[in-house]
């Protein structure tokens, strides 16, 4: 079976500082990962997209994000935070579109 | 404009009633799903279909139905037989059910009282 697990249900970082949030796949076959944000009262947008032409994914408002396949892994991250990035993040596969349990962003001053 | 539509936005139902959410696409997609949010636990998928006149179950099937009659439409029953019926439900569609971008509708909100 396959699944995505999202290893922080929160995560806090300061305006200005990195961020990152972290997404670990199962498969027995490189997948097709995504990234969506939703924001509070709004609906799901997609971050960006992986689906294995490049390991280094490059999305929207700086995101980025890693496809690692010795560490299962498939990371999002941005150089520095805007109060903007609040939001909740999905590490998604798309074999049957199955979400992670999603990353709750907060961006203090 | 193509797009995926829920209907409505709010919904409310008295506890023992069987209520359809609506979703609609334009989008020519195959593939079509139903998850349900509840807070601090993501998306949870309920069903899916590949193709039309076909749909599988997903993780949280009991007291959901649906029915995919037509390629643009896919609408989700919950029965009376749902336990905690009250959640936000979202639907989605991709071009394909593997690798394709999924496009999401705005949610609607199910209150049971």
């Known amino acids: 079976a396959q699944s995505v697990t999202q290893l922080d249900s929160h995560v806090s970082v300061s305006e200005g500082t990195p961020v990152l949030l972290r997404c670990n796949y199962s498969s027995s076959y490189s997948p097709s990962l995504f990234w969506y944000v939703q924001h509070p009262n709004k609906g799901l947008q997609l971050l960006l997209k992986y689906t294995s032409a490049a390991t280094l994914v490059k999305g929207i408002n700086g995101f980025e994000a890693e496809f690692k396949k010795s560490e299962t892994s498939f990371h999002l991250t941005k150089p520095s935070a805007h109060m903007s990035d609040a939001a909740e993040y999905f590490c998604?596969?798309?074999?049957?579109?199955?979400f992670g349990a999603g990353t709750r962003l907060a961006v203090h001053p | 404009d193509g797009g995926i539509t829920q209907s409505p936005k709010y919904l409310f139902r008295k506890e023992g009633q069987n209520v359809t959410l609506s979703c609609e696409q334009n989008l020519n997609h195959d593939a079509m799903y139903w998850y349900r949010q509840d807070p601090g636990q993501g998306l949870r998928l309920i069903y899916y279909?590949?193709?039309?006149?076909?749909?599988q179950k997903g993780d949280i099937a009991e007291g959901y139905s649906v029915s995919r009659e037509k390629k643009e439409s896919f609408p989700l029953t919950v029965t009376s037989a749902q336990k905690n019926p009250t959640a936000f439900y979202l639907c989605?569609?991709?071009?394909?059910?593997?690798?394709?971008?999924?496009?999401f509708g705005q949610g609607t909100r199910l209150t049971v009282v």
């Open positions: 998604v596969s798309y074999n049957k579109l199955i």
């Open positions: 989605a569609s991709s071009r394909t059910a593997v690798n394709t971008e999924a496009f």
């Open positions: 279909s590949q193709i039309v006149n076909d749909f």
